[in-house]
DNA sequence: CGAACCCTTGAGCATGATCAAAGTCCGTGG
DNA sequence: CCACGGACTTTGATCATGCTCAAGGGTTCG
C-alpha cells in the first residue's frame, strides 16, 4: 500500500492520500506518530476531489461521519444568525481540522465553504476513534487539536470583546500571519483567501470600516495591501494595536 | 460524606468522589459507563476542598495535570488583553468540565476563578487517556464534550460579532438558562453568579451599558431582576431580539 | 463587452463609551 | 446590634467610534 518515495504510487491510487509524502504532516494529526502506525492511520483516510471556490464542503444537514484536514486551499464556516443574516465563525487554513464542532452530534453548527480550490482528506470519524484507542500517540494528537481550537477561540473572543475596530483588525492580520507560519509559509507576506466582506462578518464589523482601516494602516505604513495580497511591514507595532494602542503616525518621508 | 445508603467504603475514603451517587452524573464524564466501568473511572477522580469565592483554581504558570468537572457553584475565566486589561472568557457551570484548553500544551491561557465557593472533582488527565483508551464510551464522551465547547464557541461568536449590546445581553441571558436546565435548575429562574462588571467584560460592553440594558428589559417587561435573582420573563421575544428583532414596548397595564 | 461582484471613499447619524456622582448591599468589627 | 468601609450598581450628560446610506471605480468571468 505504502511506498517510499516519490509520487509514482499516487497515480496508483488516486483516491487515497499519503501522509508520509504530505508537506503538512508535520503540522496534521499524524504528528507524532511512529512509521508504521503512520501505514494505520495513512489507510483510513481518502483524498477528496478537490472543491472549487464557493463550492460547500457540508451543511447542518449533513450527517457526521468525518473530519478533514485541509492540504491546500482554505475554507469559511457560516452561521445562521438571524434570518438572511449570516456570520462568519472560523477560517480554516492549510494543515488545519475541519469538522471537530460535529463529533458532539446535533449536525454541523454551520456552512463550510472553499474560498478558493481546496484539497482535503477525509478521515473517518469512527475509525479514527478506534484506531486511536490502540495509537495513543494519535489519540493525545487528537485531544490535543480539539483542545488548542477551544484555546484559540478564547483568545479570539478578546480581540472580539476588545473595543476598537483597529485593534481587531490589527489582531486578525498577526493571527492570519501566525497561523501561515505555522504551515510553512510566511508569517509577513500572505494572501487573503477571504473578502473583506468575510472579513467584516466575522470580526462584527462594517466592510466601509474594513476598507477605511485597511487604508488608514496603509497610510501609517503599519502594512501594504495590494488587492489582496499582504505584507505586514510592521508587525510589533500591530501587536501594539492589537492591545489597544493608538495608531502611530507615519515616519514621513 | 453525602452518601447515605450504598456503599460503606465511602466514609473510608472522603477525598474521592463517587460518581455513582453524584447529582450530575448524567451531565458529567461518566454519563455513558456501565455501572463497572463507572468504577474505574471513580477510582481516578478526586474531589477537592472546596474553592471560597475568589480563589483561584489555576493560572498560566499552573503545569497541566488535571481537568475539573464542577460539581456546584461557578466559575469565570479571565485572560489578560493588554496590560491591565482582563477580558473575562468563559463561564463554568455545574456539570461543566474545566481546564480541556490546558490540552494543548503550553499552559492554561487564562486564570480560573471561583465565583463563589465551588466544589470540583479533580481528574488527572493522564490517566484519563489511559482510561479513554480501555472504554469507548468514556473516550467518545471526552471527545464529544471538547466538541461541544468547540461548537458552543462559534455560537457565541455569533452573538459578540452580532451588533447591537440588546442582542448580545439577550442571548447571554437565554444561554445561561439553557445551561442551567442542562443541570436540573429552571431556564427562567435563577441566580446570575457573575457580576455585572464579569457580564460587561464578557459582551464587550461597559458595566453601564448593562445596568442600563437591564433596566430597559425590565421596564419592557422582558425580565425582572433583583439584585441577582433573575427570572425570565419573555425568553420568546428575548430570543428574538438576540436575533436583531427590537425591543417591543410593554403591554402596559 | 457587459454584468456581477467587490472594493473604496464621502457625509450624516446613532449606539454605546466615558466621565461623574449618587445610591445600595455586604461583610467586618466595634 | 449597629456603624463603617468597600465593592458593586444605577442613573445622567456628553462625546466619539463605527454604522448606514449613497455613489463611483475596479476586477473577473461568462
Known sequence: MTVPTADSDIKASPMHAHCQTCRLNSLCLPLALRLDDLEDFDAII?????????????DPRTPFHHVFAVRCGSLKQQVVHAEGEERVTHFYLPGELVGLEGVAGDGHPGTITALETT????????????????????????Y??????????????CRLAGHTAEARLAGFMLDLGYR???CGLSATRFRLPMS???????????VETISRLISR?????????????????????????????????????
Chains 1, 2 share one sequence.
Open 46 to 58: 481518502r483524498r477528496r476531489a478537490p472543491l472549487k471556490r464557493g463550492e460547500t464542503l457540508l
Open 119 to 142: 484539497a482535503l482528506c477525509e478521515i473517518p470519524f469512527d475509525r479514527l476513534d478506534v484506531l486511536s484507542a490502540q495509537l495513543p500517540a494519535l489519540r493525545r494528537e487528537l
Open 144 to 157: 490535543r487539536c480539539m483542545s488548542r481550537d477551544i484555546r484559540d477561540d478564547r483568545y479570539l473572543h
Open 180 to 182: 501561515f507560519q505555522r
Open 196 to 206: 473583506r466582506i468575510d472579513i467584516g462578518s466575522h470580526l462584527g464589523l462594517a
Open 217 to 253: 494602516f496603509q497610510q501609517a505604513e503599519l502594512l501594504h495591501v495590494a488587492r489582496r495580497e499582504v505584507t505586514l511591514l510592521a508587525p510589533e507595532r500591530l501587536a501594539g494595536i492589537a492591545r489597544g494602542a493608538p495608531i502611530g503616525e507615519r515616519a514621513d518621508a
